[in-house]
């Protein structure tokens, strides 16, 4: 299958470097993007535009669990395009966007029953950010606007993911377009002590403990949430801060853990 349009030459356009990539060397990319341009894609495999077959470890960056090409998806997307292919969500709503948002409230803990949708993590970590905020300042505790992050932590692309994530080189570049009132806990990668480390971790939990020093420094009733990665192969460090951010929810309502 021939991958040009027209006279449009892929590869040409890669090596001028007219499309930047995210988190990507892009000088390195132009220099030679043959192969790690791809095609196509089927079940576990991309193809690139050189014919090699390259197996996705990623799931396409966690988008695809299920497949490249699944057929079921597939006639899926067909059919909801050829039904109703766009519908803003400004102000009008759609049969999928209900059903779905009543499928995840059931799934998810009790409590957790509204649904908004972003369109990429790093909008949902930005929105999730500001609903901790607005829910704060409708409840006339518009005092609590510190966010808590970690160190290493990666929360997206959004000023408001790049604040309160850990990635030095985001820090660095756009410090000046930071959110004000973040700290970060320390992060809980120590490789002579987590390499090859099988189970439940037995150390780790006094990371969490930062927790409590911040929570004593800032005082609990300026915390607006907790923002850390569900799994970082450090499980038990995260269940130490549900517990930590619990107690102090009981005297300081409404402290969010996102
Ligand atoms: C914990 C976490 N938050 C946010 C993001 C950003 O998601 P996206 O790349 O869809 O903007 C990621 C992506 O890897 C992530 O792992």
């Not at 790093?122 to 992050?149: C, P, Q, W």
């Not at 000046?176 to 780790?204: C, I, N």
């Amino acid at each position: 299958m021939s991958h040009a349009t027209g006279n449009f030459d892929p590869m040409a356009t890669a090596r001028e470097g007219t499309y930047w990539q995210p988190f990507t060397a892009n000088r390195r990319l132009s220099a030679n993007p043959a192969p790690r341009t791809v095609v196509e894609a089927q079940g576990a495999y991309y193809k690139t535009i050189e014919g090699n077959r390259l197996f996705d470890t990623l799931s396409g960056l966690w988008c695809t669990p299920l497949g490249h090409a699944h057929p079921l998806i597939a006639e899926a997307v067909k059919t909801q395009v050829e039904t109703l292919d766009f519908a803003p969500s400004f102000q009008l709503t759609h049969p999928g966007a209900l059903q779905l948002a009543q499928r995840i409230a059931t799934m998810a803990p009790d409590g957790m029953n509204h649904v908004f949708f972003a369109n990429s993590g790093s909008e949902a970590v930005d929105t999730a950010l500001k609903v901790a905020l607005g829910y704060h300042r409708i409840r006339n505790e518009g005092n609590r606007f510190r966010m808590i992050g970690r160190e290493r932590g990666y929360h997206g692309v959004g000023f408001g993911g790049m604040s309160v994530g850990g990635i030095v080189s985001n820090r660095k570049m756009f410090a000046a377009g930071m959110m004000p009132g973040v700290d970060h806990l320390r992060h809980p990668y120590v490789p002579e002590k987590v390499a090859f480390s099988r189970g439940q971790p037995t150390w780790g939990a006094e990371m969490a403990d930062d927790l409590e020093r911040l929570v004593a420094l800032h005082d609990a009733s300026t915390i607006a949430a907790v923002i850390v990665e569900p799994v970082q192969g450090q499980q038990a460090c995260w269940c130490r801060l549900w517990a930590i951010c619990s107690a102090c929810a009981k005297f300081a309502r409404g402290m969010a853990f996102c």
